[in-house]
Every structure is written in structure tokens, then in C-alpha cells.
Nanobody
Framework: QVQLVESGGGLVQPGGSLRLFCAAS????????MGWYRQAPGKQRDLVAR???????NYADAVKGRFTCSRNNTKNTVYLQMNSLKPEDTAVYYC?????????WGQGTQVTVSS
């Protein structure tokens, strides 16, 4: 089992920045990928960014150039730096960790971009 705890969500104006943080605990030695997904009201949960062992990080086209996902393999933490936020970035953001054969989710943190 892997437990994930997120923090850092909130309300921000368009054009602003937020930083999300996620820490993993439990069976962390098997984790080979960590990242972030988001789910807006009435929509499916979509990938935002995913970092795999070896250093490769993939981003959704909608956030490329604005969001940066940083992972610390030693501490089993992952950050999501979100800049130039837009109203369409409003969603619940979920931390994700993957071990062979199974994925784990955090509880989610709300990000609201509004003036």
C-alpha cells in the first residue's frame, strides 16, 4: 500500500501561481512513477503531468510551458508548480503514484482560478 498526502491548493486569480505538494509513504520502494491528474466538475479525470523513474516527465498539452512537475525520488515527494493559471485550470488535483500492477491516489486538493 502507498499513502499519498497532498497540500497547496486554493483560490488564485487568473495569471497567478500555485504550488502543489504530495508526499508518499508506505510501500514506497516499488514506486516507479508519480504525478498529477485533475478532474473538473462533470468531466473525467485527466493527466496533468507524470514523472517516471529515469527522469522522463510527460505533460498534458493544455499545461505545457506553464506547469512544472518536480519529483524527489529520495524523499518520495512530488511538486506541481503552476504558473499563468487560467479559469479552465479549475479542478480537483490528485496526486498519483504507480507501482507494478497498481496505482494509488491522494485525497485531492481543490484549485480554483477566478477573479
Amino acid at each position: 500500500q502507498v499513502q499519498l498526502v497532498e497540500s497547496g491548493g486554493g483560490l488564485v486569480q487568473p495569471g497567478g501561481s500555485l504550488r502543489l505538494f504530495c508526499a508518499a509513504s508506505g510501500s514506497i520502494f516499488n514506486i516507479y512513477a508519480m504525478g498529477w491528474y485533475r478532474q473538473a466538475p462533470g468531466k473525467q479525470r485527466d493527466l496533468v503531468a507524470r514523472s517516471v523513474n529515469g527522469g522522463t516527465t510527460n505533460y498534458a498539452d493544455a499545461v505545457k510551458g506553464r506547469f512544472t512537475c518536480s519529483r524527489n525520488n529520495t524523499k518520495n515527494t512530488v511538486y506541481l508548480q503552476m504558473n499563468s493559471l487560467k479559469p479552465e485550470d479549475t479542478a480537483v488535483y490528485y496526486c498519483y503514484a504507480q507501482i507494478p500492477g497498481r496505482g494509488f491516489w491522494g485525497q485531492g486538493t481543490q484549485v480554483t482560478v477566478s477573479s
